[in-house]
């Protein structure tokens, strides 16, 4: 997959990950876990998060942020992605799933970690991960992305 696709994505991510961060760290008022959550044809993601990191059942956490960086540049990338099959398990849809790990892990890794102190928190202390709301990959995307973006690979 080429990653160069994810460049809106990320550039979004880059500029307002960290104030959306801030928002969560500000409710949650201590550890937390912070989701991105999609569907399973990847059509826009939105920010799920909940006390602890206990990542039972967060599709139903009523904790959520809808930002326009997340949704509207992924939902873009999927459109212009006409040799993905998003419906069905594929390769491709495996690699799709990656290139989005790997640019999400990337702007995690970038927030500073002033951002962590300011509430009296350590990064460990939050637990980011990214998830389907149901379908393909859904234990698989989990798993593989609780590694990826808590610095784990």
């Known amino acids: 997959m080429d990653d160069s696709v994810f460049k809106a994505f990320s ?27 999609t569907t399973d044809d990847f059509y826009g993601c939105y920010l799920a998060w909940n006390k602890g990191h206990n990542l ?10 809808y930002p326009d ?11 212009g992605c006409s040799d993905i099959d998003f419906c069905e398990r594929s390769d491709e849809k495996w ?15 970038e927030l500073p970690d002033g951002l962590f102190m300011r509430h009296s928190l350590a990064r460990k202390d939050v637990l980011f991960f990214a ?8 234990e698989e995307l989990l798993d593989a992305s609780v590694k990826r973006l808590n610095g784990n690979i």
Do not use: H
Request: net charge negative; charged share 25%.
């Open 11 to 37: 550039e979004g991510c880059a500029e307002n990950l960290a104030d959306s961060v801030e928002e969560i760290l500000e409710a949650a008022g201590g550890s937390c876990a912070i989701g991105f959550i």
């Open 131 to 138: 998830a389907m709301s149901d379908g393909d990959y859904v």
């Open 95 to 109: 690699a799709f799933a990656e290139a989005l790990l790997k640019g999400l892990a990337e702007r995690i890794k």
């Open 56 to 65: 039972t059942d967060y599709s139903k956490w009523e904790n959520a942020l």
């Open 69 to 79: 960086y997340l949704y509207q540049p992924l939902v873009d990338i999927v459109d």
